[in-house]
């Protein structure tokens, strides 16, 4: 059946199965590839994206869970002031080495940001435990998260 | 990213080939690769008019615009090779980064084979930026100076009054200037120098900085496109479901519930797998799961790991190939004061790289292309040949971003797999591995049992050291030549070239090839299982010694100055010896590997549960020339997040002879909120550079473990960490 579902403010018609995980369509139907899978039961987090500014694992999230929701993904968080923050902070610290998990680490980094703007370090770990990066990246994506704090702050 | 493979057209690379040699190999280390340096300028091609980029060899490209594009012979699998192998040439090109583009290489062996890994085309074994130091700048500064040739001409002055600088010639004399992108015709018409003269260490204005990494914009937005990204017209989805137990064979398969899933277009059923092929993963999935399979499993229905412990175990009491002997051990062990024994074991493991197995291919009646993400893509091209039974030049590769290689993606079984599912579907499909499939149809790192002893005289000093292990040997099957005399390089690397001063010393391998499971390189490779061995067995010697773990190494490594050095780095960096809270331990490691010298102090805390939690380590390195030392802080961080994640919970264990792990909650790797600081210490020289994905893995182990005797006066033989041997320790 026909869902229709609004990503990163724009309206899309979908045709798929109400239970098709939403990290599917936007993939494979929408061609938004920048959203990851890495292991399809929220046990990795590459496939982090927002429904109405809560991160959410997609690979487990069926379409029909996010009809009428406020999807944001990785293509168009760079738009909002504190996606752009995080990216810039990304850079500068120069987080990524293979880079697939980073859409996901961005993802739940905003969302901690956008939810709590001076996260302990305690919130950072609570935050972040559910995104895992093989690379290893993990004190560099402490780091950034502390020097977009610093921006936002500044 | 337009592919090189597009940009010299099909026969491109092979009429590059026929072109001449201009450099002479002039090193071993750089003899193979320099071969590829043949593809200058006949004349024809240099006085085309319509010349639109200027190509002095294999690995330069400078466009009329001035952008100079790269050809990268190893790819980018998070190491950092777009940056530091472009940051060579654009040093002796005299370039800025920022005019600079990396492009993937064409397969093609002749041009772009490893010269460090038997002329493979391969990014592997940390090998990459080795192989390239020399090479790819005199790949440069031949481009340079053809390009300052070019314009001394048009200027009738001589070229050594001209200089390059920031992608022009300049001649300060007149103050005259010409951009490289006006020099594009006229410098393709310059003979290829028979030698070029490279830049001295002192004046480099590239290497040795923190370059931005080139590859870094598009992956935070999302816009870097790994294989599992590919996108084509009428594309298709394909997850796979193989023989639960290697070897096994599809016995039957019902396909009636899956047909019936929504965006199901198709079941394929091979000899010992079936795929799904759909409009989407989401209906993949679904179809795989509704599918009502039965397995054969073959000769492997029983096996188990402790089947296989218990026949390496079996090979180290029979003689092994011996690697290395020095004096007499059998002597020096019966006059010993104090002798020691120990058996050691690693286990497999899987590599579990973030972007799952996955390729796509569209095989027509003539030709096969395949879009993926390797490091080994010649091998690639190849195994679709050898699938389709296409002859080589039909079929097109693609190579794209690696999520993670690990040595994972220095295999092609999953090129093989897709290819074979391809071929019985009409049009292109993108088989993509579910996180199960990838964790249970890996090629593992190889199950690794030692025996060692060592003996001590009255005052402790080390008088004998007798080692002995077993298990797979992967170069003798990737590389067959590599294996000689029952040995091979690789598996022994650790162990053989120990960094110790032993007077009496003996290593033996014996290569067991498990059944029923597969092996294959995984990070640092066999120093991941050998320096653990020797830098825990030379802890326990310590320990027997009563001396302190530093000065009894330092001890030991009188002709190693640049081991002394990091070793002394890292201890004194990390308060070594200073007093730390109950449960609390410091351990340290030295190794050798890699063309690397590194030192880890690692800080551990034992909960009374018996949970270890890694607080902090402290690694100084010697890698030489650091091209980009934000590059190699990185490596090391990664490497060391990569080893913990092993000595914590790496554990891949066979019953019934199916994998029993599946996806990250029984196959759990590290994560953010128990990651240590890393720090580390770069020893500056100019010595050629080592390499740096690997040692990190290698030597955190052993620090960690040792760490662990530290604060519980433990002894871990055996990885992964036994949290229950450690409860109120
Ligand atoms: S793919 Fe969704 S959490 Fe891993
Ligand atoms: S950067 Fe490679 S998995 Fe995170």
Known sequence: ?154 | MMMASDLLGGAGADALVSRRLFLKASSAAGGALLLGFDLLADVDRAVAAEQETFEPNAFVRVGRDGRVKIIVPYVEMGQGNYTTIPMLVAEELEVPLDAVDAEHAPPNEKLYGNPLLGGVQATGGSTATRAVWKPLREAGAAARTMLVAAAAQRWSVAPSSCKAQDGEVVHPGTGRRLTYGALVEAASAQPVPQSVELKRPEDFKLIGTSAKRLDAPAKVSGKAVYGIDVRLPNLKIATLAQSPVFGGRLKSVDDTKAKAVKGVRQIVRLDDCVAVVADHMGAAKKGLEALDIEWDDGSHRNLETADIQRELEEATLKRGAVAKEVGDVAKALETAARKVDATYQVPFLAHATMEPMNCTVHVRPDACEVWVGNQVIARAQAAAAAVTGLPLEKVAIHNHLIGGGFGRRLEVDGVTRAVQIAKLVDGPVKVIWTREEDIQHDMYRPFFLDRISAGLDGSGAVIAWRHHFAGSSILSRWLPPAFQNGLDPETIDGAANIIYGLPNFRLEYSRVEPPGIPTAFWRSVGPSHNIFVVESFIDELAAAAKKDPVSFRLSLLDHQPRAKTVLALAAEKSGWGTPLPERRGRGVSVQFVFGTYMAQVAEVEVTNDGSVRVRKVVCAVDCGTAINPDVVEAQVQGAVMFGISAALYGEISLKNGRVEQGNFDTYQVLRLNEAPTVEVHIVKNNEPPGGMGEPGTSAVVPAVSNAIYAATSIRLRRMPIDASALVNK
């Open chain 1, 1 to 154: 059946m026909t869902t229709s579902l609004r990503i990163n403010g724009t309206e899309h018609l979908v045709d798929v199965d109400d239970d098709t995980p939403l990290l599917w369509v936007l993939r494979d139907v929408l061609g938004m590839t920048g959203t990851k899978f890495g292991c399809g039961a929220a046990l990795c987090g590459a496939c982090t994206v927002h429904i109405d500014g809560a991160p959410t694992r997609s690979c487990i999230t069926p379409v029909n869970g996010a009809t009428g929701a406020e999807i944001s993904t990785i293509e168009g968080i760079g738009t909002t002031e504190i996606g752009k923050k995080v990216q810039n902070a990304w850079l500068q610290n120069e987080v990524v080495q293979c880079g697939y998990c980073q859409s996901g680490q961005i993802m739940s980094a905003v969302a901690l940001l956008t939810n709590n703007p001076h996260p302990t370090d305690a919130d950072i770990d609570e935050a972040m435990s559910g995104n895992i990066c093989r690379c290893g990246t993990y004190m560099r994506i402490r780091d950034a998260i502390k020097l977009a704090i610093d921006g936002h702050r500044g």
